[in-house]
């Protein structure tokens, strides 16, 4: 019995990994920020000479952080979903203008349209290291005590914002 | 013999083309070269993912470089800088991650495949051998002397 048994079992076995190595997606890398406080920043405002944000600032709000960029192709597909998710005036959107030309990002913005509240720069990509930004798109939900508490990378999706970004965001916001 | 010298010579022109992607950095101490070297080969580029940010010329890895090179400029020591990616990028950026809870299986999984292996073959071959090693009844030996004649007269025909 256990003559015939043991190939189908070996088999079930090394389908059951193959089916989970196929279904995880490489590019998603745990990140080690999720529920640490959020790094600091203090980065130039695009489009108002002058003016700098910090993350203390912003303390007291959930805020979304969205790291886009002019040159990242991927951006355009998530930029018509958070176009609408700041119809809805739930969250504080914060972008991340990583690694661009002030220029080339306020066109995009003016072309696409500005879901952002506001959008803070970092042309050297130096906050970007320190969030652990490695593949622009990248979507960070921060709470009201400045704690990170999800992290998306790559294109947020109209599934991922109903199902995990939204209920997320209304269950932060009712945190004291 | 031809294959094998254009083989080596594109093998060299590889070479020689990850020396360009890496620049020039100047260092008052050679220690801190050294330290530099081995960092920036211990390290992953995050976004090709099975580089070191030595090999790679993303822009990520430039930036991870210059971000390895100021760090040692300011003193600091090669496990600072490492604990600095780590907090930021997970023990996935390091190509020499620590052994504790979190990556034990990437550690101990190939020994536990080779063990489950190393068992596997010690049980087929033994139970090979058990076959070999059956008596025959009488019926059986004579069964088998029977067929044995039956194939050679087949052979013979």
Redesign the interface.
Known sequence: MFKYLAPLVLFIVMAIFLALGLNLN??D?????INQAA?DFSLPVLGQTGRVLTKDALIGDVWIFNVWASWCGSCRIEHPIFNQLAKKKLVTLVGLNY?DEPEAAKQWLAQLGNPYDISVMDQ???T?????V??VPETFIIDKKGIVRYKHTGPVEVYDMQNTLIPLIKQLQAEI | MNFIKSLVLLLLSMASYTAVAVEYRKFDQPEQEAVYKVLIEELRCLVCQNQTIADSNAELAQDLRRQVYEMLQQGKSKDEIAEFMTQRYGDFVLYNPPFKAKTGLLWIGPVVFLVIGLVMLFLFTRRKRNTQNIKLTEEEIKQKTKIRNLLNDEAEQ
């Open positions: 490489p590019r890398i745990p990140s080690p920020l790094p690694k050297e990509g130096r970007g290291i320190d969030y652990g490695y593949g």
